[in-house]
C-alpha cells in the first residue's frame, strides 16, 4: 500500500485530513486468469478449424483422401513426441518448485527438442504432401487439412521460441516470482497444444483412414 502525502498551505503535517492513502489494486494471479482467457480465444480458433475439417474433409474434388496420403506410423510417432514432451514439461515444473535451475534448464531443453522432433515430421509430411502435388490447394480436404493441422504446428513453433526465451531468463534471473508464473503459463499453453493434437490425430488421421 503506497502512501502520498497531501500538505495544504498553513495546515498542519499531522492533520488526518491532508493525508490520503491508496491502494494498489492489482488481482493476485491476474496473468494466470489472463492467459486463460486467451487460451479460451485459441479454443474458439481451433473450434472453427474443426468445423471448417467437418464441412470440407471429403471434399476429394478427385484428388486424393486421407486414406491414400496419411501414413499412421510416422504421425503415431510424431505424437508420442509431442505427449512424452508435456510429461517432461511436468518434471520441468516440479523441479521449478524445488528452486532448482540446472534440472530445470535441463528438462525445458528435452521438452524443446521433442517439441522440434514433432515439428521436423510435420514439416516433412507437409513437404512430402506438396511434393506429390497434393498441396492446400489441390482440394477442399486437402485445404481444410493443411489449415487445422499447420495451425497448430505454428502453435508449437511459438511455443517452442517462448520456450528458449524463458530458458535465457531462468539461467539469467533464477526461479524468481515472475518465472515461475511464465513457466506456469507456457505449461498450460504447452498441455492445451496435447489437447487439441489429440483430437487432431483422433478425428483427422484415425478417422481419415477408414473408407
Known amino acids: 500500500m503506497s502512501e502520498i502525502n497531501v500538505t495544504h498551505a498553513g495546515a498542519a503535517s499531522a492533520d488526518p485530513s491532508s493525508r490520503y492513502y491508496v491502494r494498489e489494486h492489482h488481482p493476485e494471479n491476474g496473468t494466470l486468469l489472463g492467459f ?3 487460451l479460451m480465444s485459441d479454443c474458439l480458433i481451433f473450434a472453427c478449424l474443426f468445423a471448417t475439417y467437418a464441412v470440407l474433409g471429403r471434399n476429394y474434388a478427385g484428388g486424393p483422401s486421407g486414406a491414400e496420403i496419411f501414413e499412421l506410423p510416422t504421425v503415431a510417432l510424431n ?4 505427449l512424452f ?3 517432461t514439461y511436468g518434471f520441468a515444473m516440479l523441479t521449478a518448485q524445488k528452486k532448482n535451475v540446472k534440472g530445470t ?3 525445458l531443453a528435452v521438452t524443446g527438442v521433442l517439441g522440434a522432433c514433432f515439428l521436423y515430421l510435420e514439416l516433412d509430411e507437409f513437404a512430402h504432401l506438396i511434393h506429390e502435388g497434393f498441396g492446400p490447394w489441390r482440394s477442399g480436404f486437402l485445404t481444410a487439412f493443411f489449415s487445422l493441422v499447420g495451425t497448430h504446428g505454428l502453435h508449437v513453433t511459438f511455443g517452442i521460441v517462448w520456450l528458449v526465451t524463458l530458458m535465457f531468463q531462468v539461467g539469467k534471473h533464477g526461479i524468481n516470482g515472475a518465472n515461475y508464473r511464465r513457466l506456469a503459463c507456457l ?3 504447452w498441455h492445451f497444444l496435447d489437447v ?3 483430437g487432431v490425430f483422433t478425428y483427422v488421421y ?4 477408414l473408407p
Open 187 to 189: 505449461s498450460m499453453f
Open 79 to 82: 505424437t508420442a513426441f509431442l
Open 36 to 38: 486463460w482467457i486467451y
Open 206 to 209: 484415425l478417422m481419415g483412414v
Open 105 to 107: 534448464l535441463l528438462w
Open 196 to 198: 487439441i493434437w489429440i
Open 85 to 87: 514432451s508435456s510429461i
